[in-house]
């Protein structure tokens, strides 16, 4: 387990968002799921926020980012969902951007091959 002080030692807070800090130096890390190892255990760093200052992660759930930030390992910002509440989270936020329906000048009578023939790779002047 990773002791608190140690892991407190990593962090930058901002007024809203904690950051796990690049080794020794003020620059935040910027992966997006910044990792830490303790001993033989390696966890991505809100994981160990979480088990820290929360308790055990229970079954297979996720941690997620109220505040959008998955750099962030401020507990008040993490609670625990599944893979489902996570997706769910992100297209109510709008960062899930793969579900969106296809516009409508993509689909049926208004898809561009129905309009122009199947042509691809066809170029005109
Ligand atoms: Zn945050």
Not at 27 to 39: F, G, M
Request: net charge positive; aromatic share 10%; charged share 30%.
């Amino acid at each position: 387990m990773f002791p608190r002080k140690e892991f407190e030692k990593l962090l930058i807070k901002t007024s809203s968002c904690w950051f796990i800090r690049v080794r020794d130096t003020d620059r935040i890390r910027k992966s997006s799921r910044p990792q830490l190892n303790y001993e033989s255990e390696r966890d991505k760093a809100a994981h160990w926020a979480w088990r820290i200052y929360k308790g055990e992660i229970l079954g297979g759930k996720n941690i997620c980012h109220s505040c959008d930030d998955s750099r962030c390992v401020n507990p008040d910002h993490l609670f625990l969902g599944t893979q489902s509440d996570n997706i769910k989270d992100a297209v109510a936020k709008g960062r899930w951007t793969h579900v969106r329906r296809p516009r409508p000048s993509m689909q049926g009578k208004n898809h561009w091959n129905y309009k122009h023939g199947n042509r691809v790779g066809v170029f005109e002047k």
